[in-house]
């Protein structure tokens, strides 16, 4: 079967300095994959060239088996790759539908001729997708920095979500959570595990790590220090491959 | 929030939202709700008390008499068309300081441009031919801070002060340091006439704020100037072009500020560089009692309308009961400090939740 995303032989240089080097990584339907490493290992470059921040300097990405080569991240979000921030790219003064359309603003027509915003379509689509998540908010009208930050990260997947994101890049997405939060997220990625979308974890937190991935890619140094599949490995084996023990 | 935390260890990941969450949720709004209507709640309290005292020293009555009515609300025009470009820009976090010599600059141009044009064109195409230009000729210095601001990183206060200076300059010398006075009888009805009792300006104003009221509240471009305000990163992320929006929002500041310039011309007959220089500090005044944060993000057009009435009413209100009209300038400071005030608490409250 044709792996959902892959990455073959990529590098990436600025300058003098190699960031990455020949890493080839797959990412099936409904597979968690954890990246993990080391500041400075190379994972941020990894994510930026599969989501069209970055150019890579050599390789490929593939999407579906077909070759991609996206210029912005707008291009690479049109093709279903959606990048979750750890700073939350969400409008804290606005609603969680404004969030969910913000800069493709659905519009309806008031007394048949005046364009307005169409918000009852927003909070619709809110409604539906974060009950999809399995997070149940009653305000739906309230901006989101009424909401906890748990519930702001399922807003920031709520989004890729609904714009049917295929393949959702998150950069520690539990890193500014507490304890009971970072569950709710951990518990969130299994629901996009089960609804076929494919996962790119980043995370420091090895605990989470083994809690919802599939499989792990540690990076060192910007190459592959190895990949195991989480049911085969331990924290210590982890822990080995990030320092080169 | 501890309860709420304890409640959902005790749930399966992934469960609902407790109860307690969603009560706090409602409590908070209902704070923020009084705090999004403290400009109304202000207004109300001026009125009432001028009111009580004009009925108390001189038996008379103050909001009920229709000369009241109009003459604050033509005194509300220029300050309240202001007000409603700027009310735009601080929701971006920016700051226009060149609204009042823009406004200043518009009043110098349309006097000249309808004396100019009054013998070749009569009188009512003339009038029409001067606020284009007017206006037209005020959205310049809005596109040169719009440039500065979206393309060069000026920061707004900086951009907009030198072209405080530029549209200051500019507006003397076109004006040769004196006012420019119109003859255009047309002109005067204009900013003199009513229908209905109503003054025209102040019609003119009232369907002019709707405008912007609709544009901000219901259009793409309100949404994204909120957005921007709140966080200009996720609105890049999120596909807004920043640079075209901001832009657009100087070129629209500067074209409320022309338009106030060039009622103020019909009011007086004449146009004034400096027409505009008392009024931008009121402007921003009004903005913030209205209930906009000046660090961006928050802000309302009907906000605004009220913080503006809110300064008339102080400013006419206190001539009216015959009060030193310095006093003004100390209960505007008052209202300003109380309402940030007020913005404050709320934040502290409604931001509770996250600072966990």
Redesign the interface.
């Given at each position: 079967m044709t792996p959902l995303l892959e990455v073959r032989n990529l590098s990436k240089s600025f300058g003098a300095v190699q960031a990455l080097r020949d890493l080839t990584m797959q990412v099936a339907a409904g597979e968690v994959v954890a990246l993990a490493g080391d500041n400075g290992a190379g994972k941020t470059t990894l994510i930026k060239a599969i989501s069209g921040v970055y150019k890579p300097t050599s390789g490929k990405v593939l999407l579906e088996g077909q070759e991609v080569n996206f210029s912005s991240p707008q291009e690479a979000r049109e093709r279903g790759i959606e990048t979750i921030y750890q700073d939350l790219a969400l409008a804290d003064n606005l609603s969680i539908g404004a969030n969910i359309f913000l800069g493709r603003e659905p519009m309806t027509k008031r007394w048949g001729f005046l364009p307005v915003l169409d918000r009852k379509k927003m909070a619709d689509a809110a409604r539906e997708t974060m009950a999809l998540l399995d997070f149940h908010v009653n305000r739906l009208d309230a901006p989101v920095s009424n909401f906890s930050g748990g519930q702001r990260q399922a807003v920031a997947i709520g989004r890729a979500v609904y714009w049917n994101a295929r393949i959702l890049i998150m950069d520690e997405p539990t890193a500014a959570l507490g304890v009971p939060e970072q569950r709710k997220v951990i518990s969130l990625i299994h629901q996009l595990k089960a609804q076929g979308r494919g996962v790119i974890f980043i995370s420091h937190n090895l605990q989470d790590i083994f809690a919802v991935s599939d499989r792990i890619v540690v990076l060192r140094r910007g190459v592959m220090a190895g990949e195991r599949r989480i049911a085969e490995t331990t924290h210590d084996e982890v822990v080995k491959l990030m320092v080169g023990g | 929030m501890t309860t709420?935390?304890r409640n959902?260890?005790e749930k399966?990941?992934?469960?609902?939202?407790s109860p307690p969450?969603?009560h706090a949720?409602?409590a908070?709004?209902t704070i923020q709700r009084i705090a999004d209507l403290r400009a109304w709640l202000f207004l109300a309290a001026l009125i009432v008390g001028f009111e009580v005292w004009s009925r108390l020293s001189f038996g008379g009555t103050f909001i009920f008499n229709p000369f009241n009515i109009t003459s604050i609300a033509i005194f509300a025009v220029a300050p309240l068309l202001l007000a409603t470009g700027q009310t735009f820009v601080i929701i971006t976090g920016g700051i226009d300081l060149s609204m009042g010599f823009i406004m200043g600059l518009a009043a110098v141009v349309a006097a000249h441009v309808i004396n100019w044009a009054t013998p070749g064109m009569g009188m009512p195409l003339a009038v029409l031919f001067g606020a284009l230009v007017a206006i037209g000729v005020a959205m310049i210095p809005g596109f040169i801070n719009g440039i500065l601001v979206s393309r060069l990183r000026v920061p707004p206060f900086i951009g907009t002060l030198g072209m405080f200076g530029v549209a200051r300059g500019v507006a003397f010398l076109l004006a040769g340091g004196t006012t420019v006075p119109v003859q255009n009888s047309f002109f005067a009805a204009l900013g003199n006439g009513r229908i209905w009792g109503i003054p025209w300006i102040v019609i003119i104003t009232a369907v002019f704020v709707l405008v912007m009221h609709?544009i901000l509240s219901?259009?793409?471009f309100g949404?994204?100037n909120?957005?921007i305000?709140?966080?200009e990163?996720?609105?890049r992320?999120?596909?807004?072009d920043i640079k075209a929006h901001l832009l657009k929002l100087y070129i629209l500041s500067g074209m409320c500020a022309g338009l106030a310039g060039f009622l103020y011309a019909a009011r007086f007959s004449a146009g004034a560089a400096q027409a505009g220089e008392p009024l931008l500090l009121d402007s921003v005044a009004a903005v913030v009692i209205g209930g906009a944060s000046l660090f961006g993000?928050?802000g309302t057009i009907l906000g605004t309308v009220a913080g503006a009435f809110v300064i008339a009413v102080i400013q006419y209100g206190l001539v009216f009961i015959n009060v030193e009209p310095f006093w003004q300038f100390i209960s505007v400071g008052v209202v300003i400090i109380i309402s940030v005030l007020i913005d404050q608490a709320q934040r502290r409250i409604?931001?509770g939740?996250?600072s966990?």
């Open positions: - | 709420d935390a959902e260890t399966p990941p992934g469960g609902h939202v969450a969603d949720e409602t908070k709004t609709y219901q259009t793409r949404q994204h909120y957005a305000g709140a966080n990163q996720a609105a992320r999120a596909g807004i993000g928050s409604s931001g939740r996250q966990e």
